[in-house]
């Protein structure tokens, strides 16, 4: 994949906070098998596990591979980097809570 992606300064920002290098968010943008459209035009994508394993048992670099473990960026729809963070079971998990705390209330128009 050769795309070139503009980084607002929000994500230059969250990157120096988070300590995530910026050829660790190349290489997520070069191999993510994940993605999730989060709202505004814009997509989650990330490494799995899997294909992590499957990287690191093809040979791939494992301190860079350990470096992009875990580590979610935010696009865009004009390809631009809008923010980074690193997927932890609180993030993880986040979105699906959300769901079902939603959908335990219903509204009844009997009455």
């Known amino acids: 994949m050769n795309v070139n992606y503009e ?4 994500a230059c920002t969250r990157m120096q906070q988070r300590g995530v290098p910026i050829i660790a968010i190349d290489y997520v943008l070069e191999n993510f098998d994940k993605s999730e459209f989060v709202g505004s035009g814009c ?3 990330w490494i799995s596990r899997r294909r992590l394993t499957s990287l690191r048992k093809n040979g791939e670099k494992s301190r860079l591979l350990d470096r992009a473990a875990g580590v979610a960026v935010i696009i865009s729809g004009d ?10 079971e609180r993030t ?5 809570k ?14």
């Open 92 to 96: 993880r998990h986040k979105k699906s």
């Open 7 to 10: 980084i607002t300064n929000h």
């Open 79 to 88: 390809d631009t980097i809008v923010t980074i963070y690193h997927k932890t």
């Open 43 to 45: 997509q989650e994508k």
């Open 98 to 111: 959300q769901h079902k705390f939603q959908n335990t209330f219903q509204v009844s128009t009997t009455g």
